[in-house]
């Protein structure tokens, strides 16, 4: 399993359209992907699950993944958060 602490820094946080994109990726890869916010745990792979996290921009979120292809998926996501879900800001 690899995992990764990462601060989202999009203005916007974890809203729809960004939730969608994360799910989107996430379901791209075979292996488990999880968000761990404060101790509350998300499958990176439920709309409504990254949703209810309420992560707002500034939130530090642990990304993991587990299984096959779980080094790729990481990175993938990790450059999303970094690249603010490709948003005009």
């Known amino acids: 399993m690899l995992s990764q602490e990462i601060t989202i820094v999009n203005r916007l ?22 968000l761990d916010k404060d101790g509350q745990i998300s499958n990176a792979k439920s709309v409504m699950e990254v949703l209810m996290l309420g992560a707002t921009s500034g939130t530090s979120l ?14 993938a996501i990790i450059e999303l958060f970094e690249a603010r879900f490709n948003e005009l800001e």
């Not at 996430?26 to 992907?33: H, K, L, M, Q």
């Not at 642990?62 to 990175?75: H, R, T, V, Y």
């Open 13 to 34: 946080g974890l809203h729809a359209r960004a939730a969608a994109q994360l799910v989107r990726m996430a379901n791209e890869y075979p292996c488990d992907i999880n």
């Open 62 to 75: 642990k990304i993991s993944a587990n299984g096959e292809k779980e080094d790729e998926a990481l990175k």
